[in-house]
């Protein structure tokens, strides 16, 4: 069975540009989930998708946005690039969450983000 | 906000001997405890995971252990092999937001 994919596995950008990451869950899994880890930094939760709906969301500012889609995959948006924003960006996913109850999540191997 | 601790950034073991990692949290919403392993440029692999109703859970050479009194939960393997080299994460989640500590490098030693 395949596990969760992310596309790009780099990616390069500049200031103040648009990055776009995509994910595929594992199949079955309806929740997705994004996570940031800078350089020397743990694991930081972005966001939480679930059947198309952001339910959750991390200390980011709005410029960190991204959406679900109808397969169920996801992509996140990160506008007006800062050069912090350089970080190996996550994706996992996860059976659906019951409310209260947290169901193990898979994780993707990453997109590298460089903000030149 | 810091929730979730590991205030040990690195751990060396013989190989053979027991491991154990500990994890610290602050955050009584927490209602499930996950344990993962990741090595250099990969995502994080699942471990053991435990329910916060719980206070052990086992899988092959993985122990987890939680006290909900002290917040404190604790992650063993016994034996430890070359293999098991890598930086754990401990992670709280509630609600979907898992929230994870920074990380214990473990070494394995021959």
């Known amino acids: 069975e395949a596990g969760v994919t992310q596309s790009p596995t780099h990616l390069i950008k500049t200031r103040g540009q648009q990055a776009t990451l995509r994910c595929s869950p594992i199949?079955?899994?309806?929740?997705v989930y994004w996570y940031q880890q800078a350089l020397g930094l743990g694991l930081q939760f972005l966001l939480w998708?679930?059947?198309?709906?952001?339910?959750n969301r991390g200390n980011f500012p709005p410029r960190f946005s991204g959406r679900q889609f109808p397969n169920y995959s996801s992509e996140l948006n990160v506008n007006a690039l800062e050069l912090e924003d350089s970080a190996l960006y996550l994706c996992?996913?996860?059976?659906?969450?019951?409310?209260?109850?947290?169901?193990?999540?898979?994780f993707g191997p990453g997109t590298r983000l460089t903000v030149l | 906000d810091q929730q979730v601790k590991q205030n040990s950034p690195s751990l060396s073991v013989q190989e053979g001997r027991i491991s154990i990692l500990n994890c610290d949290y602050t955050?009584?919403?927490?209602?499930?405890f996950l344990w993962y392993k990741k090595y250099p440029a990969e995502g994080p692999t699942f471990l053991i995971s435990?329910?916060?109703?719980?206070d052990k859970n086992e899988d092959g050479r993985f122990t987890v252990f939680l006290n909900k009194s002290a917040k404190h939960l604790s992650l063993h393997i016994v034996p430890s092999q070359p293999g098991d080299s890598a930086v754990y994460f401990c992670?709280?989640?509630?609600?979907?937001?898992?929230?994870f500590g920074a990380g214990t490098q473990v070494v394995v030693t021959p």
């Open positions: 199949s079955g899994h309806t929740s």
């Open positions: 998708y679930d059947e198309g709906e952001e339910r």
């Open positions: 996992a996913s996860s059976l659906r969450t019951g409310h209260g109850v947290a169901d193990t999540q898979y």
């Open positions: 992670g709280g989640a509630s609600w979907g937001k898992l929230q």
């Open positions: 435990i329910s916060s109703i719980k």
């Open positions: 955050n009584s919403m927490f209602d499930y």
